[in-house]
């Protein structure tokens, strides 16, 4: 019998027509959209889109602004010049990312691998094996992350390949399986998936949540699975204009992440891709974000705000300003309240 998350992905509408009803849009323009980046959009993110309103559909109904960039670069992150060998990119000393999945469960407007995403050739065994050998031959690379795409949508066999050649490597310390998965097709996450990904520890599965309506009752029971099975839990945001750029639903959203076992990871700023402008913050919106969370919630569930910097430089963290002044001699800082307090230095050397 066929399961049940493979007929889920079977039935996802793909067709721009199919949407029309619902986007609010004509077919035609919808069809010139999608014709330049691609639509789909499974059932069950339908569904649950639907009940959660504009924040869920905004994320995966095609916008004609998206045709009308001006600013977006298609390759915002220059993933591809720093591309040793297909499917990696090599940026930080100890870690890669690795694009072993050419598909999702659903299409994110805002992807910042729009570029590509919904179009890739399908991934071939040799491609595979080439990115493992890069790694193999590289030992300063202790960290993989697995991405794509989505790593979870391969089948467990495929999925349990890659992880054991990665594995095999005595230098990769830590595998990351970046997914979308648990939020966009729980019903992936079956008892088989468990048992492939609880061989392969110490394996981060850092998934992706923005909304707290993406996390459903079908999505709470994939995470505590996995949770209970070992595996450590993380996720990231990105932070959308119009979705989730508001201190009091990222707050929500944190706090029913920790409730499901998940640890907030990034709060990530929208990347500068091509055709989603209309998704993109101003700083100021996440740094206000940021301060109305820390100190107010648990610390555990506060993410840190990143930018994952224009050009290639790699991700850096963005924070309020706590620091109100600094001389040789002392520090003066804002706590969450607002108060000022002020920290002596030590007196060290002369
Ligand atoms: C985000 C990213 C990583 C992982 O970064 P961490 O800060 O370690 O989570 C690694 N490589 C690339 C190219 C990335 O974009
Ligand atoms: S699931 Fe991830 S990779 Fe796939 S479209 Fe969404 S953001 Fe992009």
Redesign the pocket.
Known sequence: MTPEWKRILAESIDNPRDIAALSGLDAATLVSVCSRYPLLINPYVLHTAQAGGPPLLKQVIPDPRELDDRAGVADPLAEERDSPVPLLTHRYPDRVLFLVSGR?AS??RF?T?KRK?GRMDPISDRAIENGVDYIRGNDRIRDVLLS???PLVLEDDRLAWILSMVRSIPHVETIRIGT?VPC?LPQRITPGLVRVLRRFQPLYVNM?FNHPAEITPEAAAACLKLADAGLPLGSQTVLLRGVNDNASILAGLMRALLRIRVKPYYLLQADLTRGTDHFRTRTGTGLEIMKQMRGHISGMAVPAFVMDLPGGGGKVPLLPDYVQSRDPDSLTLRNYRGDLYTYPEPHTGG
Request: proline content about 0%.
């Open positions: 999702c299409i994110c992807c691998r995403i794509g795409g989505d979308r966009f992706h």
